[in-house]
């Protein structure tokens, strides 16, 4: 309720009746979603006709300045692109309201708690479940003109919720439609990928497939990570991750990691952001592949007739290098017995990934 100012001409409302006291009563009523108060009705004082204000129209008398109005629509602060990691982050736009694997709907939910957040205590009028019920919020034209804005800087994609032969899909799709890879070429990457990080772009080395950014700390103490605590990892100040590989590829070294969130992908910058966009991550492996450094990694995957074993073998040897090729510090013959085992480990997740393919 509003109560009347004490002293005569003491308030902004001074000019106000009764009558449109009762209707800004119903009006904030409706917003907080509380019973309307009851008004006692008394004859308003007389007043000097010097000290007499007049009226001021309900609508302006409620207007916030225009300069302290929330925008309805555009392009999201950095405070909003905060917000967006956090939900992807968490797995969910707010409580109540968690991520799928459906991107659209995913998108449509994070544009309306952004207009949400935006609106909250300025939106008169309209449909009364509008930022309460979700369904409804997302179904606001307002809402759906902030999608745009909104996967800006890549889809909003909770991969916890994608089955793995989707994401095995995805990768493979990537790889042979936009890089031009043979298919037995890119199932022999993303065999590799199966086996790093189950396809999984924001997994860290040590965690589960279900909990992706959880693993322990330089204390052995299980936690959840946020992507910019992985990023910042740090072994003298013991912050961050206890082990280094993240990503699909689980990029372990300190020159990888750097590159991987310093990429830009399609004009933007993602920075840790690209912890969770796949088609990203994908493009930075490409862009290693074809780098000097690894030319003979490329010379095999592009050669003609290339087999998916072939592929798997050169790319585990020559681009992964995993512990289980080492000893001492330096890489087992590709003849060891060791080298041998984790070939065929991996020949069989290429199989995996070459079946889910034909299989589309």
């Known amino acids: 309720m509003i109560a ?4 005569a001409g003491a308030g902004w409302f001074d000019g106000i009746s009764l009558e449109e006291l009762d209707q800004a009563d119903l009006f904030f009523a409706d917003l907080m979603g509380t019973r309307r108060p009851k008004r006692t009705r008394r004859t308003p004082p007389k007043r000097s006709p010097a000290r007499r204000r007049p009226r ?22 950095e405070g909003e692109w905060d917000t967006v990691l956090t939900i992807l982050t968490l797995g969910e736009a707010q409580t109540g ?10 998108a ?5 708690r952004v207009f949400c957040d935006r609106n909250a205590l300025s939106l008169e009028g309209g449909d009364p479940l509008l930022c309460v019920v979700n369904e409804v919020t997302m179904a606001d034209p307002r809402v759906r003109a902030l999608v745009p804005h909104v996967t800006a800087r890549g889809p909003i994609e909770d991969w916890t ?26 199932a022999g990457v993303v065999g590799n990928l199966l086996a790093e990080s189950g396809v999984m772009p924001p997994r860290l080395e040590g965690s589960r ?4 950014m959880r693993a322990k700390d330089f204390s052995g103490r299980v936690t959840d990570f946020t992507a910019d605590a992985i990023r910042t990892r740090n072994i003298a100040a013991g912050t961050g991750p206890k082990l280094p590989g993240v990503g699909l590829a689980q ?13 830009t992908f399609r004009g933007v910058s993602l920075g840790v952001r690209i912890l969770f966009d796949m088609d990203a991550q994908v493009d930075y492996l490409v862009s290693e592949l074809r780098s000097p450094g690894f030319a003979g990694v490329e010379r095999v995957l592009t ?5 998916a074993d072939d592929a798997c073998d050169e790319v585990v040897y020559n681009f992964e290098v995993p512990g289980a090729l080492l000893a001492d510090g330096r890489k087992l013959p590709r003849m060891d017995s060791r080298v041998q085992a984790v070939f065929r480990e991996r020949r069989a997740l290429a199989a995996t990934a070459r079946r889910v393919w034909d299989a589309t």
């Open 4 to 7: 009347r100012p004490g002293p």
């Open 56 to 77: 001021v129209h309900r609508a302006k008398a409620f207007a916030p300045p225009v300069e302290a109005r929330a925008l309805i629509d555009g392009p999201l602060s």
């Open 97 to 106: 309201a968690p991520l799928t694997g459906d991107a659209a709907r995913n």
């Open 108 to 112: 449509l939910l994070v544009a309306a």
């Open 161 to 186: 919720k994608v089955a793995r032969d989707t994401r095995i899909r995805r990768a493979m799709t990537v790889l042979v439609r936009t890089y031009g890879y043979p298919v037995n070429a890119a």
């Open 209 to 212: 497939e279900a909990t992706p």
């Open 251 to 263: 990029w372990t070294s300190a020159g990888r990691r750097r590159g991987l969130f310093a990429r």
């Open 303 to 307: 050669g003609a007739g290339v087999t």
